[in-house]
């Protein structure tokens, strides 16, 4: 049976204070929709760990650095509703636009520090984007429990310091990485890649697990780095904004994974802009 | 009886999940202490509209732009204990420092546009902090309703404006200000004043009260500006930071009362910065 689709947060909150009532955990799943296997996963973990789960579809505008970006964002809303049957969620939030941002709307909730890293660099605003429409989306669902993919690694991290730091009381869990068979993480993103660009894009994994593994075994990451840059290159892919070992906690660069710590990617393939990560087993003294 | 004093979040929450589990309606009071008869009419405004009532006394270091403003700000917890104990309050939420900003602290709220005028020319970064602390108390409360003075206009819309963009289920409250028998609006800088000093800043009402009906009479704030700011030369009053009439909604700039509208003014006196607005008659056509 398809999802109940709200539109407004009047009907939403209606919705949720019955939940409260009768004393059960609401969970909350945040997407821009275009739901793939990854999105599915959180709804999957939701169900499991909630007596209630809403997935919210907004695509965020303040979230996107170019009007191109966002205009170029899929919008499968029908489709998405179809993805979820299966999985019995209670509610599908697809908020109207003047729900999220209403005439006069000019609050935003900034996260300092390791917003300035990464993806904070080559995207500017981004995260202030991100940490406004997910408090908003937290305070707005009443959500216990919060479902992110560890894909967006330090959008996981912004979204539980500022969950943290603002004291919503909710609980922000992390879940991991679905990959396509090649280990290409699933992003909406990958829509836009052709079928010889997909072949293209599923190199990216094994060049981030070599890696991995080479520093695992004792490798400083300024040791590889020009090696993993070159085999990028070759793979097809463009420009890398960024390819780094950052510890897991504060994103802080590493030369060894002696504590536990990432590898984190951005990559160009035509005109399509992938971003991956995945953990470094840490080394023993 | 005094009233429980509380200093840790996990204390604070446990109590209200008590009252929230019986349906009670709770309203926060939030203050840094130095309380006044301004104060107390807030917290008798609480206890009038809700079951349960909480005062916050907290110094936000964050919406102090100077480290000797900070400090000089009066600090009277016991005093301030033993004047809220006739109102019957349920609890006074003295966090630690750390209850607010613990360790790794990063997140900020902003308001635009209406922080921009008035105080915000003058005391830049102070709307944030304050939006920020607030947002962090109506969250630890998690009351239903909160009480702030009128004298603090400025404040009292980016508060509500806050509450409203970020989605926290709470009603802001405006109170009238309370004044002494000069006219003076209670302010815990008043503490700072010498009785002289208290004698000279009785005379900013009446000069505002004048102005306001001159406006009200169809005067043009140009026409009456200079002569405004003469009379709190002349009353003994330094810089004069701002003397302005500004519609009640946005705060934009007005020539005569057409809207809903305010008189708001900052002055010196000595070394003490005194702020206070008043209701201006609006002009029927």
Redesign the interface.
Known sequence: MTALILRR?ADL?AKHATWIRTGEVVGVVPTMGALHAGHLSLVEAAKAACDRVIVTIFVNPKQFNSAEDLAKYPRTEEADAKKLAPYGVDAIYVPEPDQIYPD???????????TDELEGTFRPGHFDGV?TVV??LF??T?AHKAFFGEKDFQQLMVVR??AR?????IEVIGCPTVREASGLAMSSRNMRLSAEALEKAGQLYPIMTDCAARLAAGEAFEQIEAEARAALQAAGFGEVEYLDLRCAEMLAPLQRPTRPSRLLAAVWLNDVRLIDNIPVPELSD
Not at 104 to 114: C, F, L, N, Q, R
Request: proline share 4%.
């Open positions: 947060l909150r006069g709307y000019a609050t935003s909730v900034s996260v300092e520090g390791i940490a408090a908003k305070l707005q009443g310091r500022m730091d603002l004291d919503i009381p």
